[in-house]
């Protein structure tokens, strides 16, 4: 797939050992496949975060973890039992991935599908704001 990759964000990913580099890229092209318009830039100084309209999701590289954000458009039913923190938001949720984990029986490539969809721009319910 082709996008137009923010060099920061390549910097950003490039720097954590390779396992979470590999977590990152499979994220990040998953963002872009949903949406060919999806733009990534480096917000809070050094995030990468995807945005359509707003915030899609947003990386961070913990010390033995990924962390993928979902934002408002992305906050979807989660029938596949992906998302592992913040399911009462109403603004954010994360899905947090270790190496080799298996999430609900399912490695990273396994919930491809049901990342892909709650990364869809538009995919959630519009959020009111207060």
């Excluded at 963002?31 to 990468?48: C, L, M, S």
């Excluded at 590289?61 to 938001?89: C, M, Q, R, S, W």
């Excluded at 919930?111 to 869809?120: H, I, M, Q």
């Amino acid at each position: 797939m082709t996008y137009a990759a923010d060099p920061r964000v390549d910097a950003y990913i490039d720097a954590p050992p390779d396992w979470q580099q590999a977590i990152c890229r499979e994220v990040r092209d998953l963002v872009h496949a949903a949406d060919h318009e999806v733009a990534e830039t480096i917000k809070r100084t050094n995030r990468p975060y995807f945005v359509l309209q707003g915030n899609i999701c947003a990386l961070l590289a913990a010390k033995d973890h990924v962390n993928v954000f979902l934002y408002d458009g992305a906050i979807v039913p989660d029938p596949a039992g992906i998302i592992t923190g913040g399911h009462e938001n109403k603004s954010a949720r994360t899905l947090s991935i270790r190496q080799g984990e298996h999430i609900g029986g399912r490695t990273l490539p396994g919930r491809r599908r049901p990342l892909a969809r709650a990364l869809r721009p538009g995919s959630g319910p519009p959020l009111a704001r207060g």
